[in-house]
Every structure is written in structure tokens, then in C-alpha cells.
């Protein structure tokens, strides 16, 4: 087999079937246990050093709690020192002080610890008896954690019996004045906690006489009420005034921003159709463009009494003005004048300018109307005319010509006829008024030589 050959794989961990070396697997579990008791060792060690640790600082705070009772103690109760440290420590340390007699014989031992107060009587003996005087304020701050060493045997003393060589945690040596000094702020807490002292630096206050304040007799409840209602109804004419002012100066910037539109539309009896005027072009032949354009006959327009303007694009800027116009008087109406003639006077005189500026408009579009509908009849009028003067054209055009010239046997029958009706017998009428008959004869004649001059003249 050629397990070295570059054309076949090879891994230190697997024989040349591909099957894991036992010897490679050992190995493997070997450093895997190795791991494993690496890591628990590690753990232990952690462990050990947070148990350490952990006993440093209770000791530390056994120290320091025990520690704060033993100047109170001297002072308070100066005749039996001895008997109160064990009986105040034994509250907080019951599993070190079961009996009186441990912090008897820890006091005799050099080498014993006393947790802050098993040495008392080696140095509280030569305290004076009376209570000593306190320090309000101390230079010296105290520290949240002191400095722990090793305490250092005394080899000048012989030891009482054999303990165990064992290192504790022990503060530096002391005397009892520098403790004093140290536990003393501690005990003057309270006191500095109700008043904090002021820095040194500030400048010192100047004495200050008190200033009197003279109050007057409070006065009765009527004349408050009648005060504050003279004040209330004075904020509230004031505020109405305010409001009146601010309406009529919206007033004013509105009718100083209008322009009237050069073209507006109509409404018209058919609701789908308007008329469109022109302003600045009121004539006779815009308005009958303006009937074609809508496809409206005249008298369908004339019909309308009440012209009303139609809401469309043309007329948008119009409606707006009115609109603000109307808005602007119901604001108006909504102030309230609590009795005050000047209010009254000043919303009378805003709500007339508005309502003489709405009137103005509605009559600048209602006369335009008027205008238009007079133009449109004048220009109907002249249409008529010009029509009937056509048909009489054409009439007087379709009349007989006149007759031709008679024949001579036609102007004979005639005088026949003519003699025979003059030799007939009269009657009494034909005999008294000659002269009417003839003088009928001779007006028809006339008339009738007038008619045919009228026919020629016109031919």
C-alpha cells in the first residue's frame, strides 16, 4: 500500500482503511481529561481566592461595627467598661463570645485576635472616668475601608499558652486619643446630617433687620365677590373689543385682496347648461354668440327672474369672497357685548361694512344680468325688424304687373255700357246729392290712381 502517496489522502488519525488509530483516540482523551481537571482547578482556585476575600471583608465590617460602641462606652458608663464591651459585641458576634470568660482570656493572649474590641482593658484602664468633651467637626475623614496588615507577635511578652500560628488581619496600632479622634465623627453623625456645615469661603452674612408687612382687615365677602365680577366683566369687554378689531381687520385684507372676475357663468333653466358673460364685452352680437355657444333659445332666458350664478371654475373666486364675507358675520354675531354700549356700537358698524360690501357684489353680477338680458333683447329686436323688412321685399315682388293695353272692341262695350246707365231714370237720391256721388268717384278714383303709384314707386 503506498499510505505516503501524494494520490492518496492521509491524516496522522486514521490507519490506511480510514478507520481511526487507537492510538490517536488515547491521546485524545487524555487531553481532554487534562482539560477538564485544569478547568476544576481553576474553579478552586477562584473559589478560594472569592472565600478569602469574602472573610477579609466581613472581619473588616465586624471590626468596624464593633469599633463604634467602645468610646460611647467609656463615657457613658465609665465604672464597668469590662463587663459592657463583651455584653454589646455578643449582640454581633454571638458565635465568638458565647461566654464572658473568651473575652477575658483573648485579652490576656497577645496573639489572639480581638476584633476591634478584645484589648479594651489594656488601654480604657488609664482613660480619665468623666466624659470627655466632643468634637463637633473633624479634619479627619474616616475611611470606608481600613487598612488592613498583619499583626506582628509582641516578643517581649511570654505567651499565656500555644495557639496556632495563625495570620489575621490586623488595623495599624493606635493610641487611644487618635482612635477617640477617629470614632468621634462617627458618633456626631446625627448632628451633622440635621445642620451640614456652610463653606469657610462664603462671605458672612450683615445682620438684617425684619421687614413688617402691614396687612390690612380682610375685607367681606361681598365686596370680593363685587371685585372680581368688575374685573371679570372688564376682561370680557376687553376681549370682545379684541375680537370685534381682529374681524374687521380680516375684513379689510380680504376686500383689498378681491377682484372681481372678468367672466361669470349663469344658471340657465336647464340645469346641464350656462351662460358665460363676458364682462368688458356686453354687445348685441356677444350676447346672441353667447345663445349659440350654450345652444339656448331667447326666450328660455328671458323666462328667468331670479338670475343665479352657477358653480363652476369661472366663478370660484367669487363664491370664496362671499362665502368669507358670510363667515365674517357669523363671527360677528357670535360676540357678545355683556351689556356694553361700546361693543354694540363697534359690531354695528363692522357688520354694516360687511353687509354694504356683500350687497355691492351681489349687485355688481345681478346688474351685469340685467345688462346682458336688455343687450340680448335689443339685438332679438333688430333681428325681427330686419326680417319683416325682408318678407315685405319679397312680397310686393310676388304682386300682378299691370294689365295690357285694352282693344277697341273691349272700349266699346265699355261706352255702350256707360250710355245706357246714364239714360236710365234717377231716383231721388241719385237727383239730390249729385255731387257726393261725384265726389266719391272722383276720392276712389284717386285712391285707387294712388295705390298704383305706391305699386310702381316700390317696383
Request: proline content about 8%; glycine content about 4%.
Amino acid at each position: 500500500m503506498f499510505s505516503r502517496s501524494p494520490y492518496y489522502s492521509y491524516h496522522p488519525s486514521y490507519d490506511d482503511y480510514n478507520y481511526q488509530n487507537a492510538y490517536a483516540r488515547d491521546q485524545a482523551q487524555i487531553q481532554a481529561e487534562q482539560r477538564r481537571a485544569q478547568l476544576a482547578l481553576e474553579r478552586q482556585r477562584q473559589r478560594e481566592a472569592e472565600r478569602r476575600r469574602a472573610a477579609a471583608l466581613a472581619a473588616a465590617r465586624r471590626q468596624e461595627r464593633a469599633s463604634q460602641y467602645l468610646p460611647e462606652a467609656s463615657m457613658m458608663y465609665p465604672g464597668r467598661n469590662r463587663s459592657y464591651v463583651p455584653e454589646r459585641a455578643s449582640r454581633y458576634l454571638p458565635d465568638e463570645f458565647d461566654h464572658y470568660g473568651s473575652a477575658v482570656e483573648d485579652d490576656l493572649d497577645d496573639d489572639a485576635y480581638d476584633y476591634g474590641f478584645g484589648r479594651a482593658g489594656s488601654y480604657l484602664d488609664g482613660w480619665p472616668t468623666a466624659p470627655m468633651p466632643r468634637e463637633r467637626h473633624s479634619s479627619k475623614p474616616i475611611s470606608s475601608h481600613p487598612q488592613l496588615q498583619p499583626r506582628k507577635p509582641d516578643q517581649q511578652r511570654p505567651r499565656s499558652r500555644s495557639r496556632p500560628t495563625t495570620v489575621w488581619p490586623q488595623p495599624h496600632p493606635r493610641s487611644p486619643s487618635s482612635s477617640r479622634e477617629q470614632l468621634q465623627p462617627h458618633i456626631s453623625e446625627p448632628k451633622q446630617r440635621k445642620s451640614s456645615p456652610q463653606p469657610s469661603s462664603a462671605a458672612p452674612k450683615s445682620p438684617t433687620t425684619p421687614v413688617k408687612i402691614q396687612i390690612s382687615s380682610p375685607h367681606s365677602r361681598e365686596k370680593m365677590e363685587k371685585a372680581a365680577t368688575k374685573i371679570q366683566s372688564a376682561y370680557r369687554i376687553h376681549r370682545a373689543f379684541s375680537t370685534i378689531e381682529a374681524l374687521h381687520r380680516r375684513f379689510n385684507e380680504l376686500k383689498s385682496s378681491f377682484t372681481f372676475p372678468s367672466v361669470l357663468d349663469f344658471q340657465t333653466l336647464i340645469p346641464e347648461h350656462h351662460v358665460t358673460l363676458h364682462l368688458q364685452d356686453i354687445t348685441p352680437s356677444g350676447a346672441l354668440d353667447a345663445l349659440k355657444s350654450a345652444g339656448i333659445e331667447t326666450a328660455s332666458v328671458e323666462c328667468i327672474s331670479v338670475p343665479q350664478l352657477a358653480y363652476t371654475h369661472a366663478n370660484r373666486s367669487l363664491h370664496r369672497y362671499v362665502e368669507s364675507l358670510n363667515r365674517l358675520l357669523t363671527s360677528l354675531d357670535g360676540v357678545e357685548s355683556y351689556g356694553e354700549k361700546r361693543v354694540r356700537e363697534k359690531r354695528k358698524e363692522v357688520v354694516r361694512a360687511v353687509e354694504a360690501e356683500a350687497g355691492r357684489v351681489e349687485g355688481v353680477w345681478k346688474q351685469s344680468w340685467d345688462d346682458w338680458v336688455s343687450t340680448l333683447k335689443l339685438a332679438q329686436a333688430s333681428d325681427d325688424m330686419k326680417g319683416l323688412e325682408d318678407s315685405e321685399v319679397k312680397s310686393i315682388v310676388m304682386l300682378d304687373p299691370p294689365s295690357t293695353p285694352r282693344s277697341r272692341h273691349e272700349e266699346e262695350l265699355d261706352e255702350g255700357f256707360a250710355s245706357a246707365s246714364e239714360d236710365a231714370p234717377k231716383t231721388s237720391e241719385e237727383q239730390s246729392g249729385p255731387d257726393t256721388s261725384e265726389a266719391t268717384e272722383t276720392s276712389g278714383s284717386g285712391r285707387q290712381q294712388d295705390d298704383i303709384s305706391a305699386d310702381y314707386v316700390m317696383l
